[in-house]
């Protein structure tokens, strides 16, 4: 693997050496020699996982990933969900409830009609209830009052559980969800879904006790924004891929779901003012692997797919660098007005739009006006990393006449962090993803009014390598293995930047080297829901120790739901139980 973006900011990075502290990492069973070629990655992690992972022990209360703000548990009231079990809901969280009993049936086999409030009907033993009118506005920074108990219900909880807090009662009687938006109960049915034994990912019926753990979590985010990148420019996934990422992000509370859509590789976003952007420069990628585009359908349907699951979609375009795609689609806007030849390797840096060239504004406008048309959510990335051949005050001034075409359409500026320097617009977000902390550019950007998404290269990129002998990824930023992916703090990660200019944090999966979804799933299992923890839970529920814990539990889950993942040596797995198949509970699943 060649690429090598060379970080010049940061200079060369050291390899990160295993922490004293670190627990065994021997792993509990022996495991076959990694995998020669990365076409031998999935089957050898399932065979891996399988081999490892013995039926979970019950789930407990506080075992829930990202770990919720306050918990407390209630031995006495353990429930057991009926085969007769009923959702009882109002109108507007009726299609969270309908996802919930989506999720329960395949394995459960229960029947789960969602009713409503309003019906005539004896009390159903799963409620959801929402209360829009004590929602208050979202948090910034942490939430406060973590660790304490949890009272009842009244109006004061509803009212600190915000855009996307809920609270969740598990008694005799059975489970009660309440929450202000119906982001808040779909949080909430994902917390209850965990609670489940892990054969409720099953895709067939499980003979299984049903049981949930008594006692209370009350819980909302730390930040607003908490997200996952998928670069589909150097290898181009379809829809169904995508949709499966976005539940992967939905299962771990993650709202957002930036999609790098264009670069030298490739352009995948069809643009009906210029076609042969995507039809001529969507047509390569890395090593000459197929190429693809989305059409406008099929990016409308992401994106719905993804409001439903409460992700917002963020499109990059990435400008004024990483465009050889864009510029063999048209030549007009290369510096040397001839096309380039396509580009299937994996260097950066080397291509850009001619910043002299008023057709270039003209491109900018059509394209970020097309794809803003398209997205309901308030964002668009512009990209702006590694352009590395525009000299410095050109670089400013385009990315100033860029950012003012993006506020043009209504949406929010996003863009890396090499677009710090560049003019403060209104609302501006500056990605961060360099690898030390420091960083004089981006706090000068903070002060001026910018917000900071945390993407530290060597904490949070899931294309980095778990370890040496990991068969496909990076390593420039250093290896992140999953206690490196956990032990940062977003709201104190960069010199100079307050907590409250922390919007929040995104784990990026470039694929140069990815390039199937077993793939995509294997660095992003177990890592993303260890950077999405660092997104939702309140500061002081971290904690290494117990959060390795509470991640082995998800193991014998993603087996169970067809999940490829790494079996870090650094989590305890559940070891297998002898004539145990993992994720049924020591039982023979029953036939369909
Ligand atoms: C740097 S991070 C890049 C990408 C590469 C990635 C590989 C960033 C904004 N740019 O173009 O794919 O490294 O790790």
Sequence with gaps: ????????????????????????????????????????????????????????APVRLQDVVPAPAQVRPDPSGDFTLPPDAAIRVGPAGRDVAGQLADWLRPATGYPLPVTDHAEPGPDAPLTLTLSPATAPPAPAGDAPADGAPAGDAGPADRAALGDEGYRLDVTGGGVRITAATPAGLFHGTQTLRQLLPAAIESATPVAERWVLPGGTIVDRPRFAYRGAMLDVARHFFGVDDVLRVVDHLARYKLNHLHLHLTDDQGWRIAVDSRPRLAEVGGATAVGGAPG?????????????????????????????????????????????????????????????????????????????????????????????????????????????????????????????????????????????????????????????????????????????????????????????????????????????????????????????????????????????????????SPRSTHDWAGFRERLAGHGPRWTAAGITFHPAPEIPWPARREGSPAGTAGRAPATA
């Excluded at 070629?37 to 081999?51: K, P, Q, S």
């Design 292 to 536: 693809g585009w989305y059409t406008r359908d099929d990016y409308r349907r992401i994106v719905a797919y993804a409001a439903r699951r409460h992700v917002t979609v963020v499109p990059e375009i990435d400008l004024p660098g990483h465009t050889n795609a864009a510029l063999v689609a048209c030549p007009e806007l290369a510096p040397g007005k001839t096309a380039p030849p396509p580009y299937t390797g994996t260097d950066v840096g080397f291509s850009y739009l001619d910043p002299d060239d008023e057709r270039t504004y003209a491109f900018v406008a059509d394209v970020v006006g097309e794809v803003a048309a398209l997205t309901p959510g308030p964002w668009l990335h512009l990209g702006g990393d590694e352009a590395f051949k525009v000299p410095a005050e050109s670089y400013r001034a385009f990315v100033d006449r860029a950012q003012a075409l993006v506020a043009a359409t209504g949406k929010t500026v996003v863009g890396w962090h090499q677009i710090a320097p560049a003019g403060h617009v209104d609302g501006r977000v500056v990605q961060w993803w360099g690898t030390n902390g420091d960083d004089p550019e981006t706090a000068d950007a903070v002060r001026r009014g910018a917000r900071l998404v945390l993407s530290p290269g060597n904490h949070a990129y899931l294309d980095m390598k778990y370890a040496p002998d990991t068969p496909i990824g990076h390593d420039w930023a250093g290896l992140v293995d999953v206690r490196r992916a956990y032990e940062w703090d977003p709201g104190a990660h960069v010199h100079g930047v307050p907590a409250e200019a922390v919007l929040g944090v995104e784990a990026p999966l470039w694929t140069e080297s990815v390039t199937t979804r077993a793939e995509i799933e294997f660095m992003m299992f177990p890592r993303l829901p260890a950077v999405a923890e660092l997104g939702w």
């Design 1 to 56: 693997m060649s690429t090598n973006p060379a970080v010049p900011e940061t200079g060369p990075q050291p390899r990160p050496r295993p922490a004293a502290d670190a627990p065994d990492p021997s792993p509990r069973v022996d495991l076959p020699a990694a995998p020669a070629t990365a076409a031998e990655l999935a089957r050898v992690a399932a065979d891996r996982a399988t081999g490892q992972l013995a039926p979970p």
